[in-house]
């Protein structure tokens, strides 16, 4: 149970910009969500859309100290009056899939004038987010990638472009599928006030270095059941097989037989499992049918061939369940 006057915090991994508006229309029926977000959606017609839910812009690389000082004072007041906010300890999307390092700066704003005697309590709730199909994807990649070519803003503008032609023209002839499934979970909560109370601890007393490191202690402990509860989705779970042996011919018994080998394999680790309409074959058929359709597998004469030139596109989708459950096949 969570304290009615506590200020709720949710902790989110970042997927995709979609997190914004998916997590918000989960909350919306209960809360609105406060998000910091970065400058680069100070751009039409992203900027009023993400006004309209709530979001506030922060300049990430800033030094400045006033604007720091400004920022952390607008946070700080902002919990200490419980609303009710959302973060990404990321401090970014994943450009590989996986669950990056967390950033300690608004957890830090948070909480350095944290009272436990006389505040009311900061609650950190943990959020998995998963996407059989991340739009982005491919973008974040040649991100994560120093040596790739990039295409120009007339080029990425005619890949968006073609993007939308494709998805109308295939629903148009009746080909068209739809991008699988998204899916959120929420973890156990983590109370501030329980947190440093168990250390015997009072932030507003500590040295900066010291506040840092207790500050990273509990985000290290928010990343870790944000992890254990990001959502193995289809296509993850079909990608985290295939990554294990990317050169092998599959038939489509072979695949399913590893796929729910590693299925139970998983869920014996206490992993969140998706199944949709709880088909385990039908959750095979999904993942295998959305990575076709990508061009990441082929399908010839029966005999399922992941492409070597999206092993990486494969890996980005296996990586987001890298820290749910045990360790992937073949590792």
Known sequence: EIPGDASVVFVMNHRSNMDYILVSYLAMERTALSYAVGEWARVWPLEQLIRSMG???????????????????????????????????????????????????????????????????????????????????????????????????????????????????????GGWYSFGYACVNFGRPLSAREFLGRRGLDLRRLEPAARFETVGELAAELMSRVAAIIPVLPVSLVADVLRAAPGRP???????????????????????????????????????????????????????????????LLAYYANAIAGNGSAPVGA
């Open 55 to 173: 979001a506030y812009f922060v300049r990430r690389r800033s030094r400045n100290d006033l604007y720091r000082t400004v920022l952390a004072r607008y946070v700080h007041i902002a919990t200490r009056e419980g609303v009710t906010q959302a973060v990404y300890p990321e401090g970014g999307l994943s450009r590989d899939g996986r669950l990056g390092a967390p950033r300690l700066g608004l957890l830090d704003y948070m909480l350095r004038g944290f009272d436990p005697e006389d505040h009311a309590d900061v609650v950190f709730v943990p959020v998995g987010i998963n996407y059989d199909r991340v739009l982005e994807d491919r973008t974040l990649l040649l991100d994560g990638d120093p040596d790739a070519a990039r295409p120009g803003a007339l080029g990425a503008l005619g890949k968006t472009l073609g993007f939308w032609w494709r998805q109308l023209w295939l629903r148009l002839r």
């Open 250 to 312: 599959w038939t489509e018994l072979e695949l399913k037989a590893a796929v729910q080998s590693r299925l139970l394999e998983l869920e014996a680790a206490g992993a969140a499992v998706y199944i949709p309409h709880e088909d385990r074959d039908y959750a095979v058929e999904v993942g295998l049918r959305m990575l076709v359709l990508r061009h990441v597998l082929d399908l010839d004469d029966g005999l399922y061939r992941v492409r070597e030139n999206e092993r990486r």
